[in-house]
């Protein structure tokens, strides 16, 4: 079974400072994972993944996500945070392993603040 | 690529009547995922399907739901009858099932209000 955990439902952040947004995961193999953005009434919109290589991944809007398989985390990251960034972030995994299953799990969601 | 294109976007009913959305995936692609985004629950995943078969439908709620895809371009979510409590954004999505490695990705999104 696979799984997604963003243990943070809301993160706040002053406009230009660095932001994280945590996501931890569980898969029985090896994991894809990806993180999406939705803006406000609309989709989720994919932002970047990791597939393999290089563990730092970059991604739109200047965003990155580290893999780091020790820790099963794959935290996004932005060096200076905009005010436009302010929305809700998912993280999802997909298992190498699991070859039946071709849905992502989708972590709860985290809900960006960045204040002017 | 258009992407994925679904309809309506907004739908109004009252409990009781049949609700049908509409979704047509990126073309090529072989998988269709239903997905339901509510503020309670957060995003479920309803059903899915591979080359227009359904391989795993556990999320859907109850018997009220149904969902096809007659061929690789269309799929249709019907609720009926609806009732207030599946009042929700539902988001249908695409895969290319080409690499487990693909970007799984997302239509706008369908609004639905059921008073």
């Known amino acids: 079974a696979q799984s997604v955990a963003q243990p943070e439902d809301q993160v706040n952040v002053a406009e230009g400072n660095p932001l994280t947004v945590k996501c931890t995961y569980s898969v029985s193999g090896n994991p894809y994972l990806f993180w999406y953005v939705q803006y406000p009434n609309r989709g989720l919109q994919f932002l970047l993944k990791y597939i393999t290589g290089d563990n730092l991944v970059k991604g739109s809007y200047g965003f990155e996500a580290e893999f780091n398989k020790s820790q099963t985390s794959f935290h996004l990251k932005k060096p200076s945070a905009l005010v436009s960034d302010s929305a809700l972030y998912f993280c999802a995994v997909r298992d190498r392993m699991d070859t039946g299953r071709r849905a992502l799990t989708f972590g709860s969601g985290t809900r960006l603040q960045v204040q002017p | 690529d258009a992407g994925v294109i679904q309809s309506p976007r907004h739908e109004v009913t009252e409990m009781g009547q049949e609700v049908t959305l509409r979704c047509k995936p990126i073309s090529g692609h072989n998988s269709l995922f239903w997905y339901r985004q509510t503020m309670m629950r957060g995003l479920e995943l309803l059903i899915y399907?591979?080359?227009?078969?359904?391989?795993?439908d556990s999320g859907m709620p109850e018997d009220r739901f149904s969902a096809k895809m007659p061929n690789a371009s269309f799929s249709t979510l019907k609720i009926q009858p609806s009732e207030p409590r599946d009042s929700a954004v539902y988001f249908c999505?695409?895969?290319?099932?080409?690499?487990?490695?693909?970007?799984?990705?997302f239509g706008p999104g369908t609004r639905l209000l059921v008073l």
């Open positions: 399907f591979n080359n227009n078969v359904p391989i795993d």
């Open positions: 999505a695409s895969f290319s099932g080409q690499a487990w490695g693909e970007t799984q990705y």
